[in-house]
């Protein structure tokens, strides 16, 4: 069978487990979510054969359109995506068996879960617009009810009000750019598109309805303010697939009508991305630092995340613009490789605080501690995690990282000196933006796993079931394989960056050493291999040093109570504390962040108390005048809503008279 | 004189738009109801001459002697009857003025003649100058409607509106009769709706101002 035809059908019975899952009711969960499991493994060999062989493979189905159809098609850009899917999707999936074991309404997921999943699938093989927006479409709607499982919480009602305004603001934009790119004679075809470039100025317009279309999906700011609300929100499983997987659909939408369906944007087309990437970076790890929910510090991490992956897609806007297709290959590999690498650790982290919220019945920092020994095992799972995202060698985070890097480095060949100055800026605002990963990530890790229990609950704290910690696992071997043999990763997402760049880096499999050579040796080579090497073997000395010659006589003295005679577990350090300092250099100017400290005056006998507060400034300068004004607008046009019949007609008249008027005098 | 008989249908066509004019001038319903008769009139005749010039077209005929029967007999009789039944034969009830009507009609005369002569250049001039009048008469129904308050007026204008639908569609050679027969049927089971309602607001608020539906309904525009 071609691979678009499986891929196809394994979409189908995605979608068609959802009808399953009404027709079993709960019982069948396992067997649902294990079915989906295997489905989603069948997908990721599907578009891992279909890359291997670097084929593009084509089918259309009578549905849809009537004189379009459906055609759908496998290229090796799907191809990525399609395995990215896969994997991820199975790891959720496999989670989910163990996740919902206890859920008293399994019907409020159960049915949308693998429908999302084939709905995602469905968007990476349209090669119609129709097709295309319609499983766009589903996908947000199956996304939005996932999100509302838990919809008796008022904040998660208002997470999903906000989502589907945003999903539905981001559809029209696609809906308008596809529209600009069908031209007038409404070729919705792909094939249709690419063989009619449209001017350069409407490939500007176009990228920037894009960048609002998917940007507004990815996360993009300032289009991010509803993915902090609903990717929590939504069950642990879901947060995975939200955050791992839904993000790079939308990078995959960009990344098909920028490189595929259109020619060479104009250069200043590509720096706008590259600002936009760039400063959500920033921004959205800012937000990590200060967040004090586990999982919404999760979903601002995937904003720095996408930030990165769309700075490194403008860097390939840019190279390519500039007629460097080499260069632009580096930049688009660093982009595809990054993607899969953070499908692969905020899957794994998204599991893992789904583990911890399960055990603790919490998502905040401040609420958990010391859960290393109560959950040894999902404690070392997350560790590699956090590892990997907070892009430390020998960990995939790292190795993406720093080819993005190397396409920042190799900037200075381009021909705008606007584009010499505004890249090596970008650059830097990324390398904030790593080692603020790292603050974040040390945080979130040690505030959650290490020092005592806050709470009795943290304290009681159950292991996580097997089958989230087989998914975790998983996908903490993807981050180990990815970060130790980046040049398989490379050689195999090839025949993508050479459909879209029509160059591809030199094969990296038969370098010495499995070294990542991405342009010249003299230009910067990493070793994946020989650092993990080096880093086992000079941890493993250590340790054995220690351990030989450390003193094993029991001793007994007072511990060091960092100045704290009380030993309260509140007195620990805690999450707030942590990002104090980042907070009051970062914050204050970037996010509004004030403390206000409250003390009573002598006498009086309540306690002192010290308020901290942040906010996005996305809210404040964007979207609350945006409310307003709609809201202004409403009002006003409320007035419309009780007029006389002769008012009516008078408007109908009016309206005709006045367009009529238009087509007399520019007609 | 070969344009003589293009004349003739102009010389129709405008009479209709003069009628409109008429009939905006009128600020008694039984007034009103005279003109419309004879509104109906010159449209029966100008798409008779239409028949005539286009040869054997035996649906024009027919087109021209529904338009007689129902618009100038039948409906104007009924509408009398209704008027003569409420009593409001001498009532004045236009919102605006008659002065400012008739400058908005002459505007907006002007509008669709400019209009028409620039979009249809190469088309018939039989056709294009019809066309112009045509769209006058619906603009004119339009601004009849808008300008009234009283119902049966309204009624009035949404038929002289329709006479301008079928004047254009006259002109344009080739309306297929059953278009034109459903239309006519179209226009008189909206005219009987439209009685039926009248006598029921009628018995409702004793008036047919349309200003007391407005307060009936409890919100204020």
């Given amino acids: 069978m071609p691979p678009v035809d499986a891929a196809a059908l394994i979409a189908g019975a995605l979608l068609a487990l959802g ?57 090796p850009l799907a191809a990525v995506f399609v395995l990215l899917l896969g994997l991820g999707g199975a790891a959720a999936s496999l989670s989910s068996i163990g996740y919902y074991r206890h859920d008293p309404a399994p019907l409020r997921s159960l049915p949308f879960q693998p429908p999302f999943l084939g709905a995602m699938l469905a968007v990476l093989l349209a090669a119609d617009a129709f097709s295309f927006l319609m499983a766009w479409e589903v996908m947000s709607l199956l996304s939005w009810a996932l999100v509302m499982v838990d919809h008796r919480d008022a904040a998660t009602r208002q997470a999903g009000f906000v989502y589907l305004a945003m999903a539905a603001f981001g559809t029209l934009a696609l809906l308008l750019a596809f529209g600009l790119m069908a031209g007038p004679a409404g070729g919705y075809g792909f094939d249709a598109i690419r063989a009619l470039p449209p001017a350069p100025l409407t490939v500007a317009a176009i990228l920037g309805l894009m960048l609002l279309g998917a940007g507004s999906k990815a996360g993009l700011v300032p289009l991010h303010v509803w993915l902090p609300l609903a990717h929590p929100a939504a069950p642990s499983p879901v947060s995975a697939l939200m955050s791992g997987v839904m993000t790079k659909v939308a990078v995959y939408a960009f990344l098909r009508v920028a490189f595929d369906l259109l020619p060479p944007a104009p250069w200043w087309a590509g720096s706008a991305v590259i600002v936009l990437g760039a400063g959500s970076a920033v921004l959205g790890i800012l937000l990590a630092v200060v967040e004090a929910d586990m999982k919404r510090a999760l979903a601002c991490s995937t904003i720095e995340n996408i930030g990165v992956i769309f700075a490194a897609t403008g860097l390939a806007l840019a190279f390519r613009s500039g007629g460097m297709p080499a260069l632009a290959a580096l930049a688009l590999s660093a982009a595809l490789f990054h993607a899969l690498n953070h499908m692969a650790m905020k899957s794994l982290l998204f599991l893992g605080a789904g583990a911890v919220l399960h055990a603790t019945g919490t998502r905040m920092l401040d609420r958990m501690g010391g859960l290393i020994h109560r959950m040894p095992a999902t404690a070392a ?13 020998p960990l995939n985070g790292f190795a993406s990282e720093w080819l993005v890097f190397q396409a920042v480095l190799a900037s200075p060949a381009l021909p705008q000196p606007a584009l010499q100055m505004l890249v090596p800026a970008a650059g830097g605002l990324l390398a904030l933006a790593a080692a603020l990963a790292a603050a974040a990530f040390v945080r979130l890790y040690g505030v959650a796993f290490l020092g005592r229990p806050r709470t009795p609950e943290a304290a009681a704290a159950p292991e996580a079931d097997r089958a989230t910690l087989a998914a975790m696992g998983a996908l903490a071997l993807l981050c180990i394989g990815a970060g130790l043999l980046p040049g398989l990763v490379l050689d195999l997402i090839a025949p993508a960056a050479r ?24 230009r910067g080579t990493y070793n994946g ?10 941890a493993g000395l250590a340790a054995g040093v220690i351990h030989r010659t450390a003193s094993r006589r029991l001793r007994r003295a007072p511990a060091w109570d960092c100045g704290f005679p009380q030993s309260l577990p509140d007195s620990q350090y805690g999450a707030g504390s942590f990002a104090q300092p980042i907070r009051r250099v970062l914050g204050r100017p970037l996010l509004n962040a004030r403390e206000t400290v409250h003390m009573p005056p002598p006498g009086d006998p309540s306690p002192a108390r010290l308020t901290v507060t942040a906010a996005d400034p996305a809210w404040a300068a964007l979207y609350a005048p945006l409310g307003r004004g709609i809201n202004a607008t409403a009002a006003y046009a409320n007035r419309f809503q009780a007029l006389s019949i002769r008012r009516y007609l008078s408007l109908v008249f009016a309206s005709l008279v006045l367009l009529l008027l238009g087509l007399a005098l520019w007609g | ?29 039984s007034a009103l109801l005279d003109v419309f008769t004879a509104h109906a009139v010159v449209l029966a005749a100008s798409v008779a001459w239409q028949a005539h010039l286009q040869g054997d077209t035996f649906h024009l005929y027919l087109t021209a002697l529904i338009a007689l029967a129902f618009k100038a007999v039948v409906i104007p009789m009924a509408l009398a009857r209704i008027v003569r039944r409420l009593g409001i034969h001498r009532e004045v009830e ?24 620039r979009l249809t250049a190469g088309a018939d001039p039989l056709a294009r100058e019809d066309l112009a009048f045509a769209l006058t008469v619906v603009l004119l129904g339009l601004l009849m409607m808008v300008t009234r308050r009283n119902a049966v007026s309204q009624v009035v204008g949404f038929m002289s509106l329709e006479n301008g639908l079928i004047l254009a ?12 027969i459903a239309v006519a049927f179209s226009i008189l089971i909206a005219f009987i709706v439209i009685g039926v309602f009248l006598f029921r607001i009628r018995e409702r608020f004793d008036t047919v101002d349309l200003a007391a539906l407005d307060e009936v309904r409890g919100d204020r525009a």
């Fill in chain 1, 529 to 538: 291999l020989l650092v993990g090497l080096f880093v086992a073997l000079s």
């Fill in chain 1, 19 to 75: 009808p399953a899952a009404l027709a079993f009711g709960g019982r069948a969960r396992g067997a649902i979510h294990a079915a989906a499991t295997l489905l989603c493994l069948l997908a990721a060999e599907t578009g891992g054969a279909a890359l291997l062989t670097g084929t593009t493979t084509t089918l259309t189905l009578p549905i849809g359109l009537p004189w379009l159809g459906a055609r759908l098609a496998l290229d």
């Fill in chain 2, 1 to 29: 004189m070969a344009t003589l008989p293009i004349d003739i249908a102009h010389l129709m066509a405008g009479g209709l738009v003069l009628m409109s004019f008429l009939m905006i001038y009128q600020d008694r319903l």
């Fill in chain 1, 381 to 393: 799972l997350m560790l590699l995690g956090v590892t990997a995202i907070a892009a430390l060698p």
């Fill in chain 1, 499 to 522: 459909q879209l760049t029509g160059a591809t880096l030199p094969a990296q499999a038969h370098q010495p050493w499995l070294t990542l050579v991405p342009v010249s040796a003299a």
């Fill in chain 2, 169 to 180: 569609a006259a002109g344009a050679r080739g309306m297929p009769l059953v278009v034109e």
């Fill in chain 2, 94 to 117: 236009t919102v605006v003025g008659t002065v400012p009507t008739m400058l908005a009609g002459i505007g907006l005369a002007a509008l669709s003649i400019v209009l028409m002569m």
